[in-house]
């Protein structure tokens, strides 16, 4: 029996000491992948030194041509200007502005100087000189907590417990901000002014918008109609409240406590109304901005500048481009060959 305790703690000490054995491998198998890791790296930039020093020469060539050819081309071409417009569409026809920006520079792509001529309104020497026209959206923080305010006002009570701000933000997409920037860069920097009038046109004719737009009038002036009738009707019960409460006060004092309670119930009345009358006039300011913002079907809340800035930078520069461009084909030729030298060579194996 005395040996039994001396049995239990060679049992315990057995199995910690398999344990830390145990602990002590699963260190070591993870410190051994981390390793792993870096020795492949490692591995794979020195095969990619080796790839550079054995191809020095026709890389290093690629470099100096393109650098060259840059600069010349730099030298030669004619500069490019970038103009930008913002704007703020009105009654869903952001998506129409899209579109027809898309076509435009699609027909500037294509160098289709007649079809843009006539899309635009200029010249075709002037559309020629278009290079790119796009269009991109931008909004804050703030916008984007003011139109999701908008967006939760109009749903019911059960929808918008299962809409957060972070699902918002995850299907908000370009279409859904208020402000977009319409961009044109050409060799003209006075063409964008004059292409202006014809890109907001295009959206001002279409007869959808033109219909949203006068139901939305029609609309505005029927709600400014009541707000107003509603003020005259308050301005009328306080004339007689006011009445009312002269002709009490003219009256002999018959009770203390009665007079005092109908008194006060009076003015409570009127306070109401004016009150009611406040939040009235704060309806119609409110009316009058949205009647202000929606004058128009699209927005214009910068103007194209009377000339364009010239595009500028290292990235705008055929100095940089070109040397890129070569050094990426050249670097993807040799790739090639190398993969086919090895493919020989594990065939003949």
């Given at each position: 029996m005395a040996d039994q305790p001396v049995q239990q703690n060679n049992s315990d000490e057995i199995d910690l000491g398999q344990l830390f054995q145990v602990i002590g491998r699963g260190f070591q198998k993870f410190f051994n992948f981390i390793a792993s890791i870096f020795k492949?790296?490692?591995?794979?930039?020195?095969?990619?030194?080796?790839?550079?020093?054995?191809?020095?020469?026709?890389?290093?060539?690629?470099?100096?041509?393109?650098?060259?050819?840059?600069?010349?081309?730099?030298?030669?071409?004619?500069?490019?200007?970038?103009?930008?417009?913002?704007?703020?569409?009105?009654?869903?026809?952001?998506?129409?502005?899209?579109?027809?920006?898309?076509?435009?520079?699609?027909?500037?792509?294509?160098?289709?100087?007649?079809?843009?001529?006539?899309?635009l309104n200029i010249t075709e020497h002037e559309a020629a000189s278009i290079k790119e026209i796009f269009t991109d959206s931008y909004s804050d923080e703030n916008q984007k907590i003011k139109l999701f305010d908008q967006f939760i006002r109009g749903l019911d009570t059960t929808t918008v417990k299962a809409i957060d701000y972070a699902n918002y933000l995850e299907n908000f997409n370009s279409m859904d901000a208020r402000f977009h920037q319409i961009s044109l860069i050409s060799t003209d920097n006075r063409v964008a002014k004059k292409a202006q009038p014809a890109i907001i046109n295009s959206i001002s004719v279409n007869e959808y918008f033109k219909l949203q737009k006068r139901i939305n009038d029609e609309n505005l002036d029927l709600q400014e109609e009541i707000y107003r009738n509603q003020l005259a009707e308050i301005d009328s019960l306080q004339s007689l409240y006011r009445t009312v409460m002269v002709k009490e006060a003219d009256k002999p004092m018959q009770g203390t406590n009665i007079n005092l309670a109908e008194t006060g119930e009076s003015r409570g009345r009127e306070l109401a109304l004016v009150q009611e009358k406040d939040v009235l006039k704060e309806k119609l300011v409110e009316l009058n901005e949205e009647r202000a913002n929606k004058s128009t079907i699209i927005n214009v809340i910068s103007d194209f500048p009377t000339r364009g800035v010239e595009q500028k930078g290292i990235l705008n520069s055929y100095k940089f481009k070109l040397p890129l461009l070569l050094l990426i084909l050249a670097v993807g030729i040799l790739a090639l060959l190398e993969l086919n030298r090895y493919l020989k060579m594990y065939n003949q194996k």
């Open positions: 492949g790296v490692f591995h794979l930039i020195m095969l990619f030194l080796l790839f550079v020093q054995k191809n020095i020469i026709v890389i290093g060539a690629a470099l100096i041509i393109g650098g060259v050819g840059g600069f010349i081309l730099d030298t030669v071409l004619p500069e490019k200007y970038i103009s930008r417009m913002v704007v703020e569409p009105n009654f869903n026809s952001v998506q129409q502005l899209y579109n027809n920006i898309a076509f435009y520079n699609d027909l500037a792509e294509a160098q289709d100087s007649v079809a843009l001529a006539t899309a």
